[in-house]
């Protein structure tokens, strides 16, 4: 065998072992991350104090301020570089006292029913209203009604979530225009008001809220909006069926107030290398307040703080900027996610990964991404390193509300995705609490979103 034949092998092989070595500490420090999430995490603890310590966030209220300062302090505790708050104008919209309906067959003989106000209606008169009902199943359907057979009547969209997906979040999408803009379409026709069905795929007694919008309807012209419970939404469908001239009465007291000052709570890890370059871990601290928002989003929240704090504890430098954003105002207008983004932009800020954590504290089953083919497929070549801890998906998708305005100023835009099945049963109601949180869970889904980061700052996108 010649010299250099000789050599060629040699470095072949050094080659070889060395690329063994990285390979292995690699998987032994995305384990640490994994064991130490389990054993010293805080993730379980720290929702523990938001959702039962200070409760439902709704933009705008005394816990989502109480909520930003508990979170900077913490932030502040775990010593990271720098913390801050990134002032936003937000919308202030207040449920008022206990909403009421009931369905009323004939004269003195009702039902009481489970309803709660959308986020953004408007109040009905004191005294409530009481009206007959028209059942659509979708907005086109009001059209073909039309203003002689709507007028004076309350619209009721009972379309439900389609149980045919897997993914929920599609049937979530699917479901959502009549809840978003029903209210706004019935008014053209006259309407004095809209039921709408919930957004749950299970029948059940609780009615879940959400943002809804007038559009660009004079308030003069605006009607209220409500949410039935799945289980009074197939009462009052089949009811209707058997006498099409019941009454429906409704009562709420709901209100909007001129927009207020609130924060998006910042804080980060400064790069040892580039720290021009910023990977990114959000959620949205605001939530609805129904419930105390644990699942929706202040899981979100506490795994994107267990991020920054499980990179530091296990010693690891990173060569680029962490930085943790926690979005106000996700819920009802986004103003949070649209201050960040125009700051970013002009300030020419490079993203190399925007990482969202907004899908429940459920069993990570991957990620989704965002992003050109170049970069998805050398993010594919770390899928093995995810093997172990059953994490198998790795997909281009939907990428969150928040996150879909950093697409001009991030190379790869990320999501933790989650074993949807359950999600929608709490989403936006009184049921989403602390009770329903699984700790392992939550726990393995903040690891996993240390690991995706981790793999980006130590291997690169570049």
């Not at 063994?20 to 500490?25: V, Y």
């Not at 502040?76 to 909403?99: A, C, H, T, Y």
């Not at 009547?153 to 049937?171: L, Q, W």
């Not at 009074?232 to 007291?253: C, H, K």
Request: hydrophobic share 40%.
């Amino acid at each position: 065998m010649n010299i250099h034949r000789r050599l060629f092998l040699l470095s072949l092989i050094f080659f070889q072992f060395i690329t063994a070595q990285n390979i292995s500490s690699v998987e032994s420090r995305i384990s640490d991350l994994y064991i130490k999430s389990l054993t010293k995490g805080m993730s379980y603890s720290w929702l523990e104090h938001l959702s039962k310590n200070i409760g439902g966030r709704l933009s705008g209220s005394l816990n989502t301020e109480r909520a930003i300062d508990w979170v900077r302090n913490e932030l502040i505790n775990i010593s990271l570089d720098s913390v801050w708050l990134q002032p936003v104008m937000v919308p202030k919209w207040v449920r008022g006292s206990f909403e009421y309906a009931n369905i009323e067959s004939s004269p003195g003989n009702i039902i009481n029913v489970n309803i709660c106000s959308l986020g953004g209606s408007i109040a009905t008169p004191k005294g409530g209203i009481k009206a007959k009902v028209v059942e659509v199943k979708n907005l086109e359907e009001l059209k073909s009604i039309g203003r002689k057979n709507i007028n004076g009547k309350i619209v009721f969209f009972n379309r439900p979530m389609e149980p045919g997906f897997i993914d929920t979040f599609k049937a979530y999408e699917g479901a959502l225009d009549q809840r978003y803009g029903g209210a706004a379409e019935a008014a053209k026709y006259g309407a004095v008001a809209v039921i709408v069905r919930s957004m749950n795929l299970r029948l059940d007694d609780y009615p879940h809220t959400g943002e809804m919008s007038y559009g660009s309807l004079p308030i003069s012209k605006r009607i209220p909006a409500a949410a039935i419970s799945t289980n009074d939404a197939e009462l009052l469908s089949s009811m209707i069926s058997l006498n099409p001239n019941l009454n429906f009465f409704l009562r709420q007291d709901c209100k909007n107030y001129p927009d207020v000052k609130s924060y998006n709570v910042i804080g980060q890890i400064k790069g040892t290398d580039f720290p021009e370059k910023i990977i990114l871990v959000g959620a949205h601290i605001d939530s609805w307040d129904l419930g105390d928002g644990a699942h929706d989003d202040g899981a979100g929240v506490v795994q994107c703080m267990e991020v920054l704090r499980l990179l530091k504890i296990t010693n690891y430098k990173p060569k680029n900027t962490l930085r943790l954003v926690l979005f106000v105002n996700e819920e009802n207008g986004g103003s949070g996610a649209k201050a960040y983004s125009e700051i970013i932009s002009k300030k020419r800020e490079k993203h190399i990964l925007a990482l969202e954590s907004d899908s429940g504290a459920f069993a990570p089953k991957g990620f989704v991404f965002d992003t050109g083919e170049a970069y998805f497929e050398r993010i594919l070549k770390w899928k093995p390193y995810f093997q172990p801890y059953n994490i198998n998906l790795f997909k281009i998708d939907y990428i969150g509300t928040d996150f879909r305005l950093l697409n001009n100023d991030a190379l790869v835009l990320s999501g933790l995705k989650t074993d949807s099945q359950r999600y929608f049963i709490y989403h936006h109601s009184e049921i989403d609490t602390f009770e329903t949180i699984n700790k392992r869970e939550l726990e393995i889904g903040s690891a996993t979103m240390a690991a995706l980061i981790f793999l980006t700052d130590y291997i690169g996108l570049e």
